[in-house]
């Protein structure tokens, strides 16, 4: 495991608190659009599934798309003036998300009981594009400011840790919101139980509270947290003054991966296919807990906001274990706790059909197996970046481009399958949506164990590549040098 560097400080609780702030808008966000879109298209505005799908493609794609492109031009620029170029991209992605979000939780503007599907889809496609594009560049800017806000592994854990407890309190404020406005409706005598076209004020209500509080958090974030600075053109290059022939270097050097050498790397699939099917199981099991809580198990609507209440107060006790879990039986051993969790789950939810009280002991299991696997997926790929924090936001955004695509695909080909394609719901509904969760934890966990198994067999190892310069004999003298020791010790095998 790689040691803080001689002379390093530790970064300060205010300053991993402020930036742990800046993603609470996201967090914030995500948990409205993954636990309630699908349900607030079709159950509450009545559209089809395939258009309710085919509105979280469209995002889902977005973000995909956006993801790569944004972590390119964010390593590639140097900010706005003074701002550093990771709270530059911060800012900007803020401000879309603040403008177009609101839109997307509410009905669309002008459409009567006759207006034709196809028109809602491109109303809500623009400001599904543009929260999305604010949304990418939100996460990446601030994810890429992990490695170079500290160096150590345990502190990277820590850090995102740190990170991983607001995005519970988020979801913990979003149903914790959710519930109250629910239980406010319910209590009036006129109100039913089960979702319709009466609960739209609620979700409307919420969509604002939402971006009003996550504005307050980014606010926080810009102001407690210090990016150090980065001159920009840093990289090498060769121009008429530089001289053929290198000195040797009296030490290891320290190569520079630029965007290209990364896709050359095996470990760079390795933690790619490992994050995309962790977030899977986060995203599509918090996708559809909803449904399968109202149209399997039958439960009030009060449901879908307690039962992943429960979900998040579990998975926000188990962030805070991450470090001591992590030190004591690294980094593989943990992740394949977390998973062993997720199949209990998805076990309990095969060999009981009908539950009451006992959802909640399911909603545990699920929410403390989601934040272990996640915080470690996580935590690996800042091990993968390793020193090469110049190019961490493609980094990120590669991983985020498959998680993405993912997660978007999976929800339409879920969708084109329900099967009541004529009704918003039909008795086919109680069966479907319980093999739904049982799919997306543990047949996607089956996929995360083979994933974990090649990191196992060939652990994560960064292989610097060497620049050389070939003379008019042949032979060449690097100047980029070969995989260095301390690089090993810092990016090489993750236990």
Same mark, same amino acid.
């Given at each position: 495991m ?11 609780l ?6 742990a702030?800046?993603?609470?808008? $996201?967090?914030l ?6 636990t ?7 159950a509450v505005?009545g559209?089809g ?8 493609l ?6 995909g ?5 944004l972590?390119? /031009?964010a390593d590639?620029s140097?900010?706005?003036?003074? *701002? ?9 992605? %803020?401000?879309?998300?603040?403008v ?5 939780f ?13 028109a ?10 543009i929260?999305?594009f ?5 996460q990446?800017?601030?994810l890429?400011l992990?490695?170079e806000?500290?160096?150590?592994e345990?502190?990277?854990? /820590?850090?995102t840790?740190?990170r991983?407890a607001?995005?519970?309190?988020? $979801? ?7 519930w109250?406005?629910?239980n ?5 005598p ?10 739209v ?20 974030f ?8 980065? @001159?920009?053109?840093s ?5 008429e003054? %530089?001289?053929l022939?290198q000195?040797?270097?009296?030490s ?6 630029i ?6 790397e @095996?470990?760079? *699939?390795?933690?790619?296919v ?9 995203n599509?099991?918090?996708? *559809?807990?909803?449904?399968y ?9 009060? *449901?879908i ?28 051993l ?11 789950f ?10 009451g009280? /006992? ?6 299991l699920l ?6 696997i996640l ?21 990120y ?5 498959t998680?993405?695509?993912a ?10 399958l329900?099967p ?11 069966s ?5 969760m049982?799919s997306? %934890? ?11 198994c090649?990191?196992?067999?060939w @652990?994560i190892r960064?292989?610097?590549?060497a ?7 042949g ?6 040098g070969?995989?260095?020791? /301390? ?5 090489? %095998?993750v236990?």
């Amino acid at each position: 495991m790689a040691e803080p560097p001689a002379g390093a400080a530790e970064l300060a609780l205010r300053a991993r608190l402020s930036f742990a702030a800046g993603h609470f808008l $996201n967090d914030l966000c995500a948990s409205l659009w993954f636990t309630y879109l699908l349900l607030y298209l079709h159950a509450v505005l009545g559209y089809g599934h395939r258009l309710a799908g085919a509105l979280l493609l469209a995002g889902q794609a977005a973000d995909g798309l956006c993801t790569p492109l944004l972590g390119y /031009e964010a390593d590639r620029s140097a900010g706005c003036g003074r *701002y550093g170029r990771r709270k530059s991209w911060h800012l900007a992605g %803020t401000t879309c998300v603040l403008v177009s979000f609101p839109f997307i939780f509410n009905p669309c503007l002008g459409c009567k009981e006759n207006t034709p599907q196809w028109a809602a889809f491109i109303y809500y496609l623009p400001f599904i594009i543009i929260f999305q594009f604010g949304w990418a560049a939100t996460q990446i800017s601030h994810l890429s400011l992990i490695p170079e806000l500290v160096t150590s592994e345990h502190e990277k854990v /820590e850090l995102t840790a740190f990170r991983y407890a607001f995005t519970v309190m988020a $979801n913990i404020t979003v149903y914790g919101l959710a519930w109250l406005l629910l239980n406010f409706q319910v209590d009036q005598p006129d109100r039913a139980e089960h979702l319709g076209i009466q609960d739209v004020p609620i979700f409307r209500n919420l969509s604002l509270i939402v971006v009003g509080l996550g504005a307050v958090f980014c606010l926080i974030f810009h102001v407690g947290t210090k990016e150090k600075p980065y @001159p920009p053109g840093s990289l090498p290059q060769l121009e008429e003054s %530089t001289p053929l022939l290198q000195k040797e270097p009296t030490s290891s050097p320290h190569p520079l991966l630029i965007w290209k050498d990364w896709l050359l790397e @095996p470990a760079f *699939y390795q933690v790619a296919v490992l994050y995309m099917s962790t977030r899977l199981i986060v995203n599509l099991s918090q996708t *559809y807990i909803a449904m399968y809580l109202t149209n399997s198990l039958l439960l009030p609507k009060k *449901y879908i906001a307690t039962i992943p209440l429960v979900m998040y107060i579990s998975g926000f006790l188990s962030s805070f274990l991450m470090k001591p879990v992590n030190k004591w039986i690294g980094r593989n051993l943990t992740y394949f706790v977390g998973i062993l969790v997720i199949l209990a789950f998805a076990s309990w939810v095969t060999l009981a059909r009908q539950m009451g009280a /006992e959802i909640y002991g399911a909603a545990v299991l699920l929410g403390a197996g989601s934040a272990t696997i996640l915080v470690t997926s996580l935590s690996m790929t800042a091990d993968l970046i390793g020193t090469n924090t110049h190019s961490g936001a493609f980094v990120y955004g590669a991983m985020s481009f498959t998680d993405k695509m993912a997660n978007g695909l999976a929800v339409m080909a879920i969708q084109n399958l329900h099967p009541c394609p004529t009704e918003l719901c039909c008795p086919a509904c109680i069966s479907f949506y319980h093999w739904v969760m049982v799919s997306v %934890t543990g047949g996607v966990a089956i996929a995360a164990i083979a994933s974990l198994c090649c990191i196992m067999v060939w @652990p994560i190892r960064i292989r610097y590549h060497a620049v050389c310069l070939q003379g008019l004999s042949g032979a060449g003298t690097s100047y980029g040098g070969m995989e260095s020791t /301390e690089a090993k010790s810092r990016s090489g %095998t993750v236990n």
